[in-house]
């Protein structure tokens, strides 16, 4: 399992995009336009979970990945929950004090403390021996899994959505957005969301500055590639490759099933 780069400031993006209202030809009508399907749309985001857990976790299965945590020794601590939330990253000290805010004294509240302790380190320190056990007793609590769910809304999956239209491209460009930015985050280095943007950028214009979406996709998967590179944990770039990039070629934008892809040499098919 690849888990997502340090990410040293992880909010909200601040590009948004509004629904528009046409006027329609009959005096005194109006009627709202129907907005392009995007990667929010139910069926489209389950295809993403789906896709991500092929790559974070060799299954399509992601709602069994509440329970999951180990350390995979990448010098993240621990990885865990349904997006690869690290203890040496501050996403799952994020996750973890969300959760009891909604559930006081629940099973993880007493390592909040070691949880900050080791933000930002590979360490176990207070986190050890029982952290593991604990996570998947809270993993049975679906106030747990909410929680799991709305901080990847939160901190991945909106910030690369609501982008991803500003942007002008489609469900596939919102998901090649998406799964950078749980790999990568949206800090400030060099392999960030933000700078494989820009290097993009500075490639292709995305279809809102009248480029071309298949041009614009292209460069934004090289730039993804190269900065997957730049790091040993993360130098397997099938998850483009032989994923992303095969939609891509298929010009299948709007990640119409069936899906077939390989990630890591395995085979996956959504049909």
Same mark, same amino acid.
């Given at each position: 399992m690849h888990t997502p780069h340090i990410r040293t400031s992880r909010r909200t993006l601040l590009a948004l995009i509004g629904a528009s209202l046409v006027a329609a030809p009959v005096i005194a009508t109006q009627t709202a336009t129907a907005a392009p399907v995007g990667l929010d749309d139910p069926a489209k985001k389950e295809i993403a979970m789906k896709l991500v857990s092929s790559a974070e976790n060799s299954s399509l299965d992601w709602k069994a990945q509440y329970k999951y945590i180990e350390d995979i020794g990448d010098g993240r601590g621990y990885t865990a929950g349904i997006i690869g939330f690290c203890s040496g +990253? $501050? /996403?799952m000290l994020d996750l973890v004090e969300l959760y009891a805010r909604r559930k006081p004294g629940n099973v993880l509240a007493k390592y909040l403390p070691a949880l900050r302790d080791v933000d930002g380190t590979d360490s176990h320190d207070g986190l050890d021996p029982n952290f593991p056990a604990d996570w998947r007793r809270a993993a049975q609590d679906t106030v747990f899994q909410q929680a799991q769910n709305d901080e990847r809304d939160r901190v991945y999956f909106n910030p690369a959505?609501? =982008?991803?239209?500003?942007d002008g491209i489609g469900v596939l $460009? =919102? &998901? !090649?957005?998406?799964d950078a930015i749980v790999m990568h985050g949206d800090g400030g280095d060099s392999?960030? &969301?933000?700078?494989?943007r820009r290097r993009a950028l500075a490639k292709a214009k995305p279809p809102a500055q009248g480029g071309d979406e298949v041009t614009y996709l292209n460069a934004f998967l090289d730039a993804r590639v190269w900065a997957m590179k =730049? *790091? *040993? !944990?993360?130098? /397997? +770039?099938? %998850?483009v490759d032989t !994923?992303? %990039?095969?939609f891509l070629q298929k010009?299948?934008?709007n990640l119409d099933t069936p899906l077939d892809w390989k990630v890591y040499g395995d085979s996956f098919h959504i049909g």
């Open positions: +990253t $501050g /996403d959505v609501r =982008q991803g239209k500003s $460009g =919102q &998901f !090649a957005y998406y392999t960030s &969301f933000g700078s494989i =730049q *790091e *040993e !944990a993360h130098s /397997d +770039t099938s %998850r !994923a992303q %990039r095969v010009r299948n934008l």
